[in-house]
Structure formats: structure tokens, C-alpha cells
């Protein structure tokens, strides 16, 4: 089945250490992006993707980084640099365009600093 | 800025009855799309219904419909005959036309009470 496949669901990390959320998705898609959700802020854009080795930064972008070296993978690192990095983080892709953007969501990501 | 504002932050609705949620958004654009997502307690973000902002007409998908307002820049979602399983987040979001960024509002809680 087509989709997108946000793992781990839960992650644990402790202060200083970086981490890598995987997310992958065989839905053809050029589009790929990471959102951080917090309660009472809705969902904000880290970094977004149109294609392959290229990617820019959303609006929180501050102690990430990614990479896009294949279609179906859009891997986010949490650094050490990120203050508050305990978070709920959503991956998602979309077909380029603007009539059809429709994005499809992973089932995320909980992350939480020990 | 091009922002989203969902006012309630929390909602609720007697099983059968109608409910609507609310969103507002600020752009000088005249082309765009807005959404309406749902996040259930799975969080998994599915989309519920989407308008095109050069369409007139109000969008419909079954028990859901819009009242897209452009000149007042509002864009509610109504639920009719409400479900236990309607019970979830709800974000309204922005798509600049054009672009392949999603700007998501805070999100409205609704509670479905049997």
C-alpha cells in the first residue's frame, strides 16, 4: 500500500546528543516535509523539500538538518543546537503544484528529551 | 505575514447535532486553496475537505461543508449529524498558490458527547 512511514513512534534522547527521525514514503512524491507540533501551536514547518538534493528551511528551522538524497526519503536530525526538542514531529509529502496539493501525513514521530 | 487564526480552542457538540468550527486567515493573495484537517487521537492528519479560493462555491464532502467567505478572509467548517468519531483536532490551513507550503492554524478541539 502507498503511504508514508514515520519510525521510530517514540524516541528517547538525552541532553547533548543528536538524533535522526526516518521518513519514508513510496507515493511518487517530489514534495516532502517536516512539521514540529507543540500543544496550543498547531503544526509549524521545519524544512520542506521539492526535489531530490535540494531542500529549504521552513520557519523553525533553527538546530535541525536534512537531507534529501533519494526521492523517497526525507531523514530529519534533531541537534543538540535545538533548545526545546521535545516535540511531536510530522512528516509529510505532496505532489508539486498548485492544483493538487494535497498533503499526505505520517503517523509521526513523539520525541522526548531525558 | 501570511497567518491563520482558529479562535476556539475548544469545542463541543451533542451525537446528531451540528457544530461549526471557525478560521480566519490574513494574505493579500487572491489565488490560493484552503483545508481543513483532521488529527484524531491516532494523530494521524487526514484532510477532510478542500476550496479553492477562485471557485465560488462552498465545498462539500458528505456531512461536511464550508462557508468560504473570501472578501471577509473566513473559512468555516460545519459538521452536520455529528459522530462519536468526529471527535478530534481540527486545523484549517492556507496553500499560497504557486508555492507547496501548507500554513496551519492552532487547531479547535472538538468533543462529541453521545
Known amino acids: 500500500d502507498g503511504g508514508i512511514t514515520q519510525s521510530p513512534k517514540y524516541l528517547f534522547r538525552k541532553e547533548g546528543q543528536n538524533v535522526t527521525l526516518s521518513c519514508e514514503q513510496n507515493l511518487n512524491h517530489d514534495a516532502m516535509y517536516w512539521y514540529r507540533q507543540d500543544p496550543g501551536q498547531g503544526l509549524r514547518l521545519i524544512y520542506y523539500?521539492?526535489?531530490?538534493?535540494?531542500?529549504q528551511k521552513g520557519d523553525i528551522a533553527e538546530g535541525y538538518s536534512v537531507s534529501r538524497e533519494k526521492k523517497e526519503s526525507f531523514p530529519l536530525t534533531v541537534t543538540s543546537a535545538q533548545k526545546n526538542p521535545t516535540a511531536f514531529y510530522l512528516c509529510?509529502?505532496?505532489?508539486?503544484?498548485?492544483?493538487?496539493?494535497?498533503?499526505?501525513f505520517g503517523q509521526g514521530t513523539r520525541l522526548t528529551v531525558v | 505575514a501570511q497567518t491563520v487564526t482558529q479562535s476556539q480552542p475548544e469545542m463541543s457538540v451533542q451525537e446528531a447535532e451540528t457544530v461549526t468550527l471557525s478560521c480566519t486567515y490574513d494574505t493579500s493573495e487572491s489565488d490560493y486553496y484552503l483545508f481543513w484537517y483532521k488529527q484524531p487521537p491516532s494523530r494521524q492528519m487526514i484532510l477532510v475537505i478542500r476550496q479553492e479560493a477562485y471557485k465560488q462555491q462552498n465545498a462539500t464532502e458528505n456531512r461536511f461543508s464550508v462557508n468560504f467567505q473570501k472578501a471577509a478572509k473566513s473559512f468555516s467548517l460545519k459538521i452536520s449529524d455529528s459522530q462519536l468519531g468526529d471527535a478530534a483536532m481540527y486545523f484549517c490551513?492556507?496553500?499560497?498558490?504557486?508555492?507547496?507550503?501548507?500554513?496551519f492554524g492552532t487547531g479547535t478541539r472538538l468533543q462529541v458527547f453521545p
Open positions: 490551513a492556507y496553500n499560497p498558490y504557486n508555492t507547496d507550503k501548507l500554513i
Open positions: 509529510a509529502s505532496s505532489i508539486p503544484g498548485t492544483l493538487n496539493t494535497e498533503a499526505f
Open positions: 523539500s521539492q526535489i531530490v538534493n535540494d531542500f
